[in-house]
């Protein structure tokens, strides 16, 4: 099973095209993916088909990713971004859920140390890139250098000197243009990377938000910190919109994904990422001629036992 192009299309946004994240849904597509024309469209006909479509593209990850493996000659960089209590971390547990251990870590970027803070923005990912064979999502990302120090300028001078204090917008372009460069010489070096936006509204934030609150099981969740934060919903749209916007390259594209419905952001997240890889067009490495015969001998062998 595949995401169509028209559903993927509608969720990536065109390299040199605006992310105009206020025309995209937080609830559902445009484009009806959950097989259309099965008639009934209620709620729960659609999670129960989301949660179907989510298997198979778990089944389909877990070969997709062996032979990500087995190759060798590939990397897989997700980028997970998104405001508060849009759905990271349940999106790996499930997405990720059939893949090797092994062959796959999960990276977390929150407020720099001391050392990451005293080399430039990109440094620790730079670090923390896959090698070939290996996937690696990222939880957040160096993408919180022109999204969170830009809602909070403030805390751009403690980390980074006193640089774009005075020409702001051209300290940010650079940074978006760094961001690109970066990536494309990581792309030009067989690490392919999908950038995906969880794109939560903001009742949906504020019912999940009292949810943790309601429920002593996930209080533990909410951070006073959270609600700061959540005032600043009108900022963070402007930055995820010319940062979204900036970095959308045909290299390392970004997709918005609705993320209202956790069902259906699940698996379009992981029809998103097979995708990805299956574009890569992998194949198991071939036998060297050479070890045919030394094969051919061990299978006697072995054949010989029974």
Request: with cysteine.
């Amino acid at each position: 099973m595949k995401l169509t192009k028209k559903v993927l299309d509608e969720l990536r946004v065109e390299p040199g095209s605006s992310a105009h994240l206020e025309r995209r849904g937080t609830a559902h597509t445009q484009t009806d993916w959950l097989r259309a024309g099965t008639g009934d469209q209620s709620d729960s006909s659609r999670k129960l088909l989301a949660h179907e479509d989510l298997a198979q593209f778990v089944g389909e990850l877990e070969v997709a990713q062996e032979r990500l493996w087995a190759s060798g000659t590939h990397a897989l960089l997700i980028v997970l971004q998104a405001l508060d209590a849009a759905g990271k971390d349940g999106t790996i547990k499930h997405v990720m859920s059939g893949v090797n251990p092994q062959g796959c870590r999960v990276v977390a970027f929150k407020q720099p140390s001391p050392v990451e803070a005293a080399h430039d923005f990109l440094w620790r990912a730079s670090a923390a890139m896959p090698s070939h064979g290996e996937i690696t999502i990222f939880n957040r990302s160096y993408y919180e250098d022109v999204l969170v120090v830009r809602v909070h300028p403030e805390r751009l001078p403690q980390r980074h000197g006193n640089a774009g204090a005075s020409e702001p917008q051209h300290f940010w372009e650079h940074r978006f243009e760094d961001i690109n460069a970066f990536e494309h010489h990581l792309h030009r070096n067989n690490t392919r990377i999908v950038k995906i936006f969880l794109h939560l509204s903001r009742d949906e934030q504020r019912r999940r938000f009292l949810d943790r609150l309601d429920d002593p099981d996930k209080r533990w969740k909410f951070s006073t910190g959270d609600l700061v934060e959540r005032g600043f919903w009108d900022s963070y749209q402007s930055a995820y919109e010319e940062a979204i916007t900036q970095t959308s390259t045909p290299w390392a594209p970004w997709y918005v994904v609705p993320a209202d419905h956790k069902y259906e952001l699940r698996a379009l997240v992981g029809g998103i990422v097979v995708d990805a890889i299956d574009q890569l067009d992998l194949r198991a490495p071939a036998v060297d001629p050479s070890q045919t015969d030394a094969l051919d001998a061990a299978r006697r062998t072995l054949m010989s036992e029974s």
